[in-house]
């Protein structure tokens, strides 16, 4: 149920999120506003991302913080189609992002609670890969619905853009059921017992453990390159001629190569260590990504770049997870998670933004290649990191 949660959720989320990209440019904003934009996203959930942590430690049943997120997700695309100006679109976007942090932190300390440690990186890897799947799906159907025509006057673009939003919005409705049928029950008498032996750490404690802080770098960097991916490449495709259509098919097409190596991961970490597999994440994504920018208007070597780059960036997500968890006393793991999380939604602010201001003068490519470079900086705090 919360695989099947997920995916829906996921699915609406990442349908709306370039649809947000296309009408702000139909609204009359730049890219300077799109990186706000998609800031925003983040921004709002920065304050409460802790706070959620803390609190799924606490609860015995982590349904109902699963179904507050499902419901803030379903809002969110309605208001979207209905936001008439930038600041509403921006606020909108913000209430997304709320519903997306309530639904994954509290998924993330469910697996971290109830599954056994010899499990767990198979199941952040499904997890995660339901967060593809989305990735996938929501970028193909957001490029169907603004259509492959070049040209089209801000008035249509608009329209379309709203009415996709309604279909995202009807996507992430049929969610709730599944939502309210999660069973997400408290661990047996024994594991509580054993989690309640040990004190919650303060933030500063979990900053301490070396594993929580390169982790959380990692996480950022890759978080926040994804989502650069889903904010710039319509801006890049505007700039090049390249139809929204197929935007929308090699967003999927990325999104695709990161499921595949989500659900690979017990293969691969059966003949490579988690920290080497995150460095070839970092370092993979980072490498192949830097050169999309040249040549993005041919799509199928785009399309093969995607899928190299996908896999790298799907690769290091679920891996990080596991690594935090493991880190932590029993009794911190979610505010661990949360604060993993935190750190995704600071980059998620920062960077977006940054990004936006570098694509004004130096176009959409700008924005990508600095990803590149957030990447290959998290490469770099790597060396001497050991698995605990």
């Not at 999120?17 to 730049?30: F, T």
């Not at 440690?117 to 890897?125: E, N, P, R, T, V």
């Not at 990504?289 to 790298?312: D, E, K, Q, R």
Request: glycine share 10%.
């Amino acid at each position: 149920m919360l695989i099947a949660a997920a995916g829906l959720c996921q699915v609406a989320s990442n349908f709306a999120r370039p649809l947000i990209s296309y009408k702000v440019l139909a609204l009359g904003g730049d890219s300077i506003i799109v990186g706000v934009t998609s800031a925003s996203y983040a921004l709002v959930p920065v304050a409460a991302a802790l706070w959620l942590g803390r609190v799924s430690d606490r609860r015995a049943s982590l349904r109902e913080i699963v179904i507050v997120g499902t419901l803030l997700l379903s809002v969110g695309p309605f208001v979207l189609s209905l936001s008439p100006s930038l600041l509403l679109v921006a606020v909108a976007s913000a209430l997304l992002g709320m519903g997306q942090l309530c639904f994954t932190i509290a998924g993330q300390a469910a697996i971290a609670r109830f599954v056994p440690a010899s499990h767990m990186d198979a199941a952040f890897g499904w997890f995660t890969a339901s967060f593809a799947v989305g990735q996938m799906v929501g970028p193909l159907l957001a490029g169907l619905a603004m259509g492959s025509s070049q040209g089209v006057p801000a008035g249509v673009r608009l329209a379309d853009a709203n009415t996709g939003l309604l279909i995202a919005g009807i996507i992430s409705v049929l969610a709730v059921p599944f939502a309210f049928g999660t069973t997400l029950k408290p661990v047996s008498a024994d594991k509580q017992d054993a989690a309640s032996s040990s004190r919650p750490e303060s933030v500063s404690a979990l900053l301490r453990y070396p594993t929580v802080r390169t982790n959380m770098v990692a996480s950022l960097a890759l978080l926040a390159t994804t989502d650069i991916l889903v904010a710039f490449l319509p801006l890049l495709g505007e700039d090049q001629g390249v139809p929204p259509v197929i935007v929308g098919i090699l967003l999927a097409v990325r999104a695709a190569a990161s499921i595949a190596s989500r659900l690979l991961l017990p293969v691969l970490l059966a003949h490579s260590s988690r920290p080497a597999l995150v460095i070839a994440s970092l370092a993979g994504a980072g490498t192949t990504l830097a050169l999309l920018p040249f040549l993005f208007h041919f799509p199928w070597i785009a399309g093969t770049l995607l899928v190299i780059g996908g896999f790298f960036l799907g690769l290091g997500q679920p891996i990080t997870m596991t690594l935090v968890t493991q880190a932590v006393p029993p009794a911190s793991r979610g505010a661990a998670l949360a604060l993993r999380l935190l750190g995704n939604r600071v980059g998620q602010v920062i960077l977006p933004a940054a990004a936006g201001l570098l694509a004004a003068p130096v176009g959409a490519s700008g924005a990508l290649w600095m990803s590149c470079a957030v990447l290959a900086a998290a490469c770099l705090r790597w060396p001497g990191n050991k698995e605990n």
